[in-house]
Every structure is written in C-alpha cells, then in structure tokens.
C-alpha cells in the first residue's frame, strides 16, 4: 500500500488537496480528475470533498501517487508551437512532454499556442493558486508586436482599458518600443486578453512574447531551454506573495521622496 506522506499527528486531509501538495497537479486539476471518476481511494472511486488517512492508496489518472517531491519551480521559454495543457489530446505538442523534466510539474496559468516565452511549471498547487488569483494584481510583461503603426491614441486607449470579454480591462502600463512593437505590463488574465484588446482597437498581433512574471525573468534563457528558480529569485517571489515586497518598494519609494524633501530649501513665507 502507497502512503502519502502526511505530518504524524494528521488525522485526515481532503484529496483534492493531497494531490496538490503531493506535486501531481493542481487543486483544481483535481477537482475535475476526481469529478470525472479517474480518482482512485483503496481501489474504490473517490467522491467530491472526500478525505483521506494516512496509510490509504491513491491513485489517479492511472497513476500511484506516494508522497512529496521535493518542491520545484521552473522557468521555461516556451517556443511558439507548445501548448501549456496536460490534456491528452495535445500530447504531441505538451510543455509537460516538451520539457521532460524528471519530476511530475504542471504549468502555473497558460500562455497559448502561438505566443513564445515565460511559463513557469512547479509541483506546488498552493503556490500556483497564490500566483493565479487575479485579484492580488500580481505583475506580467509581455513585448508584442502589431500590423500596422502604432499611434497615441492606441496606447492611451489600451492603457485605460478596453472592452472584451463583457468586461473592460483593467488599466495597465503601456509603451511604444517601435513602429509596430510594444511593451505591456498587465496584472489580470483574462483570455487571450492582449490579442482581444488590440483587435478590438483594430489592431492584429503578430508576435507576443512574455518576458516577466512578478520578480522572475527569462533573462540569458533561450528559445526552448528552462532552469529552476534560485534561492534569490524564491525568496524575493515568497515576499511578494505574501505582500512584503510590495511594502518593500512602497517603503523605499517613500523614502527616497523624502530624501529629496530633505535636500530641498525651505520654503519662504509670504509672497
């Protein structure tokens, strides 16, 4: 029988979030395994909101799940043609087989078929439901290029937000970086949102590379090649997560203002 490396003294924990914790995929990847019937508990199928002890045999999707890994996070530069899914249908062109990493990771968010650059996998399903949630405003950078001239009315609008999906975007931060190329910093993912902001603006993308996700860079990685995250870099994406970097530079930004009203003279009285 297959343990699963619960902490002594754990009574019970859900399934979906063992196998979240135990690196096989997300919490939400489990939900639909376990909904679709491919969860197995001591060889009975598993229910929806079902715990489980230590000592129990899981398996899912055909496969015995024993416990932790080791944590592990990756940075990958996804070349133009991979699909960041674990569906069966595209297994020819899935990062997971694309990658071959000796450890089971899964790919935190998507970025689509035909778009190149950052995708970061990990094992660990908390920190991805933490990256994920929209509502933390955490940073990604991608560097499009468009068909034709970009104006100033172009960037503004897209800055400002535009309307897709039954929705208007959030306000980002926008520059021009040629004729036909650009910089954006978005904090939502909606999807597919920046080829639906520019064709609604009429504008159609060609090329769309994402360069940064919060404090972690492609930096010096080619076209295809991944690395594991560093000690910095874990730290420093740790402290964002939990909100500390953001104080951080808060802090510092303010302390430099007031560095600068210090150097100032003082101000006369009177006109």
């Not at 914790?21 to 990847?29: K, N």
């Not at 592990?72 to 899914?85: A, E, F, M, S």
């Not at 468009?146 to 208007?168: A, P, S």
Request: glycine share 12%.
């Amino acid at each position: 029988m297959g343990g699963y490396g619960m902490e002594k003294g754990t009574q019970e924990i859900r399934l979906n979030k063992f196998l979240s914790e135990s690196g096989f995929c997300s919490r939400r990847e489990a939900d639909r395994l376990i909904e679709a019937g491919e969860v197995l508990v001591d060889g009975a199928v598993a229910s929806m909101g079902m715990k489980i002890r230590e000592g129990q045999q899981i398996e899912a999707d055909g496969t015995l799940i024993s416990g932790k890994d080791r944590p592990v996070v990756l940075l990958v530069n996804k070349p133009r043609g991979i699909v960041c899914t674990t569906s069966d249908r595209d297994r020819a062109e899935n990062i997971v087989d694309f990658i071959g990493y000796p450890l089971r990771v899964y790919p935190v968010g998507r970025l689509d078929k035909d778009s190149e650059g950052l995708i970061l996998m990990t094992n660990q399903g908390e920190l991805v439901n933490r990256i994920l949630k929209g509502r933390y405003g955490h940073e990604k950078e991608y560097l499009v290029s468009v068909d034709r001239e970009i104006t100033e009315q172009f960037l503004n609008r897209m800055r400002k937000g535009v309307k897709i999906l039954d929705t208007v975007t959030r306000p980002c931060t926008v520059e021009k970086t040629g004729e036909k190329s650009f910089r954006i910093i978005l904090t939502q993912g909606l999807n597919r949102q920046i080829r639906r902001m520019c064709e609604a603006l009429g504008y159609r993308v060609r090329t769309l590379k994402r360069v940064r996700i919060m404090n972690l860079r492609l930096d010096g990685l080619k076209t295809g090649e991944y690395r594991e995250i560093t000690r910095g870099e874990w730290k420093e994406l740790t402290e964002l997560l939990e909100g500390k970097g953001e104080r951080r530079k808060a802090d510092q930004k303010n302390a430099g203002k007031h560095s600068e009203l210090g150097q100032r003279e003082p101000e006369k009285g009177g006109r």
